[in-house]
């Protein structure tokens, strides 16, 4: 909704901990010559990405690093905001900064936690989806984004899966990692932030019941198998109880209700 009113929006989130264990996955192999991964490995630390994802177009941008302070998330993504916000066009709203509370308000409307907004504000540019964390709730940040047209909106609490930069995290772990034995952080790092790289060579958006959705129904369906048909218990029957019902149900592919 923002982006049809002209408003970009970015989703934050910091996927940790990667550590230097063997990744399950496929891998393409001569027949009858499986891979073979260790059953011990050396613990040599865990590595941690910083994402920064714009779900409209699919771009993302990442950083890999050791740990994930407020003093190394703040910086990385205020440097990232600039960058973006310097590609963004010029604010045309001429309204006063003493009238623009309304506005940002709107996008506070629903919600649970919200961060108190300063008394004068510039146009907003660009809205932040964003974990509901401590860490993303510090005064100097919030001043920082309000002084440069960036509201934060915080997902509920157990709300995460809100947030499209897990999406993204997903896959960019996927294509890193399945079927690997990292021997350390520092090869973890450049293995996601190089598949990041090839990512943004051709991205694509992310929606809402989009087709990766569709995919997902699709294969849920092959899953189950049989038909759409659905199985109802008939309170009173003395021949079928609730548990046994269930039973049925499941072993014959059906939904239970």
């Not at 063997?22 to 994402?51: D, F, N, S």
């Amino acid at each position: 909704m923002g982006e049809a009113w002209g408003i970009a929006v970015w989703c934050q989130d910091e996927a940790s901990p990667f550590s230097t264990s063997p990744y399950p996955g496929a891998a393409w192999r001569p027949i009858e010559q499986p891979a073979r991964q260790p059953h011990e490995y050396l613990r040599q630390g865990t590595a941690k990405v910083l994402t920064l994802c714009h779900p409209a177009t699919g771009e993302v941008r990442v950083k890999g690093v050791r740990s994930v302070t407020n003093a190394v998330l703040h910086t990385w993504l205020k440097a990232e905001l600039l960058t973006i916000l310097a590609t963004l066009p010029a604010p045309t709203d001429l309204t006063p900064r003493t009238e623009q509370r309304p506005a940002w308000e709107h996008w506070q409307h629903g919600l649970s936690r919200k961060p108190s907004l300063s008394a004068a504000l510039p146009p907003l540019r660009l809205i932040l989806i964003w974990d509901n964390q401590v860490g993303h709730h510090t005064p100097d940040l919030m001043c920082w984004l309000f002084a440069h047209g960036v509201i934060p909106v915080f997902t509920p609490i157990g709300g995460s899966w809100l947030n499209m930069a897990e999406s993204i995290q997903r896959i960019l772990k996927r294509r890193a990692l399945e079927g690997t034995h990292p021997q350390s952080p520092e090869e973890i790092i450049c293995w996601l932030e190089a598949k990041a790289c090839g990512w943004n060579q051709h991205p694509t958006p992310f929606v809402w019941g989009g087709k990766r959705h569709e995919r997902r129904q699709r294969a849920k369906r092959r899953r189950l198998g049989g038909s759409g048909a659905t199985a109802t218990y008939l309170p009173g029957d003395p021949l079928v109880s609730k548990t046994q019902a269930h039973i049925i149900a499941h072993r014959n592919g059906l939904q239970y209700i």
